[in-house]
Structures are given as structure tokens and as C-alpha cells.
């Protein structure tokens, strides 16, 4: 039964990353005749601007540019913000429970959890290893990257598990930062960094990687670590080698609450989708990014990456308004942008619709381009003019000491 104490929401949004944050935002600006009750959950308390996450590590952003709080950004919207972490969802009696407080009832229910990196696929990852998704993962790594760089050690010695774009991006900032005192590992099982990513991208991220003096493993697999050891297996023979820092980048699971649904799911575990990105035989569901394996109208495989999220949160805001306003839905287009990589300070490399950049001015495209992208109008100016300021009081700094 649910308690009367239970808050009512007739859009209910669970999760706040480009998913979740950016339908709300969207769904604020839809001309209701009579606007719903709109609340979005999230256990954080602030939106993380994640392809901008690895700017933490060598200090060129602060944490408040790229992770602004749920308040602020919808301060001038009817978006109600709630922190909690979601614990169970009664699908029967239309309920999300949280670890505190009352429940929520829905209407309409948008499932935007993301995902989480697993690290339960060898001995030791789970105590020993460091992620890179969110604020707090990047927290820790500051706190680890300082007791060493504190320590009495010669070498800082970090191995990054994973040459995916998060794993060559974490390798290059990490190589800056410590310089000729750090000691960078790149380890991966498949035979090339990036095998997913442009020809282009994936030569100048090499070429970035042996600039800084980078070590890749390749055809390489971790089979157990430690504390201050990792062993790695290439073919038939295993090294086991000293580590002060292991950073976990290796694939997504799925949220605990997703997984433990009753809903129709694919092989991955991920939520299985219509082209309106509503569940399979649930159609006041909504899902999207990481909780849903999703297909665009042409059938084909929508990505789980930050910008095919924002897409997609257009398309389940108008979706959202149109059931409620008796229009017809749209299938989600997906269009692929390229594909952009940060190579450290000043450098980073783009490749797509038709253009490909390697160096400082692709490293100005980014920073623009991420701008843009920031989730309000408000935000961006702030950060904007921070960025244009920067210099100017850097060198003032400079001038005064």
C-alpha cells in the first residue's frame, strides 16, 4: 500500500546526468496548457559535466565550472530537485522509494540511473582500484595523486586499465601532471588503443601518448591486484609489478535498480526500448543513456555517450509532453557528431562531419563545443567569462609575486 505521506509527482526523473538533468530542463520550456509536477531525484546534489571531469586532474577548471548544483540550474523552472538515492521501484503501485524520506508516485516515469563501472572481474579491483565517472571518484584520485606526490618516492608509479577514450584521456592529463616523476602505464586487451574511435583520433592520441612518454600494454589483460601490486598477463606469461595508483576504466554495468526490474531487458542487462525510448510493453516508462539499449528510427544501435544522452533527452521531453497533451510521439534520429579527445594540456584531437583537428585549436574547438553544451544559458556565461578572465588574473598573479 502507499503511505498518504507520499509525495506526488506526475513526471517522475531518476537521475540526474545528461539523461535525466537535460529532459527536465527541456521539459520546462514545452508550452503546458497545465503544467505537471515535475521532480528529478538524483544522489548527488550536483550535475557533473563529464567530458570535462579530466580537466580536475591538471587544475585547468575547477570543480564549481563543471559540476554546478541541482539548484541552481533549475532555479527559474517548475523542476522540483530531490537528493536521494533510489533504493526500489514498485512498478505495480507506481512508487519510487528512496534510502530517506517519502516515496514518490508517477505518471510518467523516466529511468535516466546511468551506469556504473564494474569491478568485480578480478581478485582485488573492488578494494585496490580507482574509477573516473563521477566528482567523488575524482576526489579520491586527487587525494591518492597527493600522497604520493607528498611521499619521499622518486617515481609515481599509475597503471590505467582500459585504452577506451576515458583511459587514453585519464593517461595523458596523469603524465602531464607528474611529469618526469610519474611512471604511466596503459593496459588494454585488445590490440589497438581506441578501437572504436577514427583513424584520425586514434593516430594522434598515440602520437600523444609517446610525446609524454606513456607505456602502452596491449593484448594485455590484469589478472589480480593488490595494494602496491597488479599482475598482467600477456599471452602465456604473467608480470607482476609494483603500482601506487591502478585506475579502473573498463566497461558499464547497468544501476543495481535497473537490474533488479522487472522489465524486458536485452543481453546486456541494459532496458529494452521502442524508437520513442518508452519500455517494451510499458509505455509510461521512459529510458534512456546507459539504462537502455535504444535503436534510432532507421534501426540502428544508439551509443551510450554523453551526447547521443542529450539527444535522446530531447526526444523523451517532447515524447513526455505529447502523451500528456494528446500528440502524436516521435521516433528518436540520433545523429553522430564525432568524437573529441582531450591529449592533455592544450592538446586534444576531433574528428567528425567532415573535419578532423589535432592540437591547441582542437583543444579550443573542445572547450567551445563543451560550452555550448553546458546545461544552462546562465551556467555558460558564468564559465565563459571565467574562462576569458583566467589569463588576465594569472597574469596579474604572476606580476604581484
Same mark, same amino acid.
Given at each position: 500500500?502507499?503511505?498518504?505521506?507520499?509525495?506526488?509527482?506526475?513526471?517522475?526523473?531518476?537521475?540526474?546526468?545528461?539523461?535525466?538533468?537535460?529532459?527536465?530542463?527541456?521539459?520546462?520550456?514545452?508550452?503546458?496548457?497545465?503544467?505537471?509536477?515535475?521532480?528529478?531525484?538524483?544522489?548527488?546534489?550536483?550535475?557533473?559535466?563529464?567530458?570535462?571531469?579530466?580537466?580536475?586532474?591538471?587544475?585547468?577548471?575547477?570543480?564549481?565550472?563543471?559540476?554546478?548544483?541541482?539548484?541552481?540550474?533549475?532555479?527559474?523552472?517548475?523542476?522540483?530537485?530531490?537528493?536521494?538515492?533510489?533504493?526500489?521501484?514498485?512498478?505495480?503501485?507506481?512508487?519510487?522509494?528512496?534510502?530517506?524520506?517519502?516515496?514518490?508516485?508517477?505518471?510518467?516515469?523516466?529511468?535516466?540511473?546511468?551506469?556504473?563501472?564494474?569491478?568485480?572481474?578480478?581478485?582485488?579491483?573492488?578494494?585496490?582500484?580507482?574509477?573516473? @565517472?563521477? %566528482?567523488? !571518484?575524482?576526489?579520491?584520485?586527487?587525494?591518492?595523486?597527493?600522497?604520493?606526490?607528498?611521499?619521499? +618516492? &622518486? /617515481? =609515481?608509479?599509475?597503471?590505467?586499465?582500459?585504452?577506451?577514450?576515458?583511459?587514453?584521456?585519464?593517461?595523458?592529463?596523469?603524465?602531464?601532471?607528474?611529469?618526469?616523476?610519474?611512471?604511466?602505464?596503459?593496459?588494454?586487451?585488445?590490440?589497438?588503443?581506441?578501437?572504436?574511435?577514427?583513424?584520425?583520433?586514434?593516430?594522434?592520441?598515440? @602520437?600523444? %601518448?609517446? !610525446?609524454?612518454?606513456?607505456?602502452?600494454?596491449?593484448?594485455?589483460?590484469?589478472?589480480?591486484?593488490? +595494494? &602496491? /601490486? =597488479?599482475?598482467?598477463?600477456?599471452?602465456?606469461?604473467?608480470?607482476?609489478?609494483?603500482?601506487?595508483?591502478?585506475?579502473?576504466?573498463?566497461?558499464?554495468?547497468?544501476?543495481?535498480?535497473?537490474?533488479?526490474?522487472?522489465?524486458?531487458?536485452?543481453?546486456?542487462?541494459?532496458?529494452?526500448?521502442?524508437?520513442?525510448?518508452?519500455?517494451?510493453?510499458?509505455?509510461?516508462?521512459?529510458?534512456?543513456?546507459?539504462?537502455?539499449?535504444?535503436?534510432?528510427?532507421?534501426?540502428?544501435?544508439?551509443?551510450?555517450?554523453?551526447?547521443?544522452?542529450?539527444?535522446?533527452?530531447?526526444?523523451?521531453?517532447?515524447?513526455?509532453?505529447?502523451?500528456?497533451?494528446?500528440?502524436?510521439?516521435?521516433?528518436?534520429?540520433?545523429?553522430?557528431?564525432?568524437?573529441?579527445?582531450?591529449?592533455?594540456?592544450?592538446?586534444?584531437?576531433?574528428?567528425?562531419?567532415?573535419?578532423?583537428?589535432?592540437?591547441?585549436?582542437?583543444?579550443?574547438?573542445?572547450?567551445?563545443?563543451?560550452?555550448?553544451?553546458?546545461?544552462?544559458?546562465?551556467?555558460?556565461?558564468?564559465?565563459?567569462?571565467?574562462?576569458?578572465?583566467?589569463?588576465?588574473?594569472?597574469?596579474?598573479?604572476?606580476?604581484?609575486?
Amino acid at each position: 500500500m502507499i503511505r498518504e505521506s507520499a509525495v506526488r509527482s506526475q513526471i517522475c526523473i531518476l537521475g540526474g546526468g545528461f539523461g535525466g538533468l537535460y529532459t527536465a530542463l527541456r521539459l520546462a520550456q514545452f508550452p503546458w496548457s497545465s503544467p505537471p509536477e515535475i521532480t528529478l531525484v538524483d544522489h548527488s546534489d550536483r550535475f557533473v559535466f563529464t567530458p570535462l571531469l579530466y580537466e580536475l586532474i591538471t587544475g585547468e577548471l575547477e570543480a564549481w565550472e563543471i559540476a554546478p548544483p541541482f539548484v541552481e540550474l533549475l532555479r527559474d523552472t517548475p523542476v522540483v530537485f530531490h537528493q536521494g538515492a533510489v533504493t526500489t521501484i514498485d512498478l505495480q503501485e507506481k512508487t519510487v522509494h528512496l534510502g530517506k524520506g517519502d516515496p514518490f508516485t508517477y505518471e510518467k516515469l523516466v529511468l535516466a540511473l546511468g551506469g556504473e563501472t564494474p569491478k568485480s572481474t578480478i581478485p582485488g579491483v573492488a578494494a585496490d582500484a580507482l574509477t573516473f @565517472r563521477t %566528482l567523488s !571518484d575524482a576526489y579520491r584520485l586527487e587525494e591518492a595523486l597527493q600522497r604520493c606526490e607528498h611521499s619521499d +618516492r &622518486d /617515481r =609515481i608509479r599509475v597503471v590505467v586499465v582500459g585504452a577506451g577514450p576515458s583511459g587514453v584521456e585519464l593517461a595523458c592529463k596523469l603524465a602531464e601532471r607528474l611529469g618526469s616523476r610519474g611512471r604511466i602505464r596503459l593496459v588494454d586487451r585488445n590490440p589497438e588503443i581506441l578501437k572504436s574511435s577514427p583513424e584520425f583520433n586514434r593516430k594522434a592520441a598515440l @602520437r600523444a %601518448l609517446e !610525446d609524454r612518454g606513456v607505456w602502452i600494454d596491449l593484448e594485455t589483460t590484469p589478472v589480480a591486484l593488490t +595494494r &602496491d /601490486r =597488479i599482475s598482467l598477463q600477456y599471452k602465456d606469461r604473467v608480470d607482476e609489478l609494483p603500482v601506487d595508483i591502478v585506475l579502473w576504466t573498463v566497461g558499464t554495468a547497468v544501476s543495481p535498480v535497473i537490474a533488479a526490474l522487472d522489465l524486458p531487458k536485452t543481453a546486456s542487462g541494459r532496458l529494452q526500448v521502442t524508437p520513442t525510448l518508452q519500455v517494451v510493453d510499458h509505455p509510461d516508462i521512459f529510458a534512456l543513456g546507459d539504462a537502455a539499449d535504444a535503436v534510432d528510427e532507421q534501426g540502428q544501435p544508439i551509443p551510450h555517450t554523453a551526447q547521443a544522452a542529450f539527444q535522446q533527452a530531447d526526444y523523451v521531453a517532447w515524447n513526455l509532453w505529447a502523451s500528456l497533451s494528446d500528440r502524436p510521439l516521435l521516433p528518436c534520429r540520433y545523429s553522430h557528431l564525432g568524437e573529441m579527445l582531450t591529449l592533455g594540456r592544450d592538446r586534444a584531437a576531433l574528428a567528425g562531419l567532415g573535419l578532423t583537428l589535432d592540437g591547441p585549436l582542437a583543444y579550443l574547438a573542445r572547450r567551445l563545443a563543451y560550452l555550448y553544451r553546458m546545461p544552462t544559458l546562465e551556467h555558460q556565461l558564468k564559465v565563459g567569462l571565467n574562462w576569458i578572465a583566467k589569463p588576465f588574473l594569472d597574469l596579474l598573479t604572476t606580476i604581484a609575486s
